[in-house]
């Protein structure tokens, strides 16, 4: 099973494209204590977006998603500037100390602030749709399936005519 770290916008991307539970179930994924609280946060509210933050909850609850309640360390803080927030950097301190060598992140502009960071600790920062592409290589998932589920995050996660929207076509091409 490969073990990835996920930040709160990689999970609630992974609600949204309706194959989360079964991404847990082929691969370990974690998450730091900011993340919790960040999912905690956007569940409060009543619309579509706290509805998949409330399922990503529930996958912690069943133990299907692995948290790691630690306290952020001052370490941590290091990594935080105007493209990197508090869960991001968790993120990335979790994959350091835990020898995780995957992070699932969609916030781009933190990606690209952590990337050359994370290429010298040896480890790779993903799109989300790395997850779904992981299934589909493992044959749990079919290439109609595949689609669908990136469908859905496009659509939803309103990515329409973006960078990550192309990064989703180019795979198809």
Same mark, same amino acid.
């Given at each position: 099973?490969?073990?990835?770290?996920? /930040?709160?916008? !990689?999970?609630?991307?992974? !609600? %949204?494209?309706? %194959?989360? /539970?079964?991404?847990?179930?082929?691969? @370990?994924?974690?998450?730091? !204590?900011p993340?919790?609280?960040?999912?905690?946060?956007? !569940?409060? %509210?009543?619309?579509?977006?706290?509805?998949?933050?409330? /399922?990503?909850?529930?996958?912690? *609850?069943k133990?299907?998603?692995?948290?790691?309640?630690?306290?952020?360390?001052?370490?941590?803080?290091?990594?935080?500037?105007?493209?990197?927030?508090l869960?991001?950097?968790?993120?990335? @301190?979790?994959a350091?100390?835990?020898?995780?060598?995957?992070?699932l992140?969609?916030?781009?502009? #933190?990606?690209?602030?952590?990337?050359?960071?994370?290429?010298?600790?040896?480890?790779?920062?993903?799109?989300?749709?790395?997850?779904?592409?992981?299934?589909?290589n493992?044959?749990?998932?079919?290439?109609?399936?595949?689609?669908?589920?990136l469908?859905?995050?496009? *659509?939803n996660?309103?990515?329409?005519?973006?960078?990550?929207?192309? #990064?989703?076509?180019?795979y198809?091409?």
């Open positions: 099973m490969k073990r990835v770290v996920a /930040d709160t916008s !990689a999970l609630i991307s992974l !609600a %949204y494209s309706g %194959y989360l /539970d079964k991404a847990c179930e082929t691969i @370990e994924i974690n998450i730091p !204590a993340v919790k609280i960040e999912l905690d946060e956007i !569940a409060s %509210y009543s619309d579509k977006l706290a509805k998949m933050a409330r /399922d990503c909850i529930l996958l912690l *609850q133990k299907k998603i692995k948290i790691h309640d630690k306290p952020i360390s001052t370490k941590a803080t290091k990594y935080l500037n105007s493209k990197v927030d869960g991001e950097a968790a993120c990335f @301190e979790l350091t100390e835990q020898n995780i060598p995957s992070i992140m969609d916030d781009i502009a #933190a990606a690209t602030a952590l990337y050359g960071l994370a290429l010298s600790k040896k480890i790779t920062i993903k799109l989300s749709i790395a997850a779904l592409i992981e299934l589909k493992q044959n749990k998932m079919t290439q109609p399936e595949l689609r669908k589920g469908e859905a995050m496009i *659509q996660r309103e990515w329409g005519k973006s960078a990550m929207e192309q #990064a989703i076509q180019k198809f091409e």
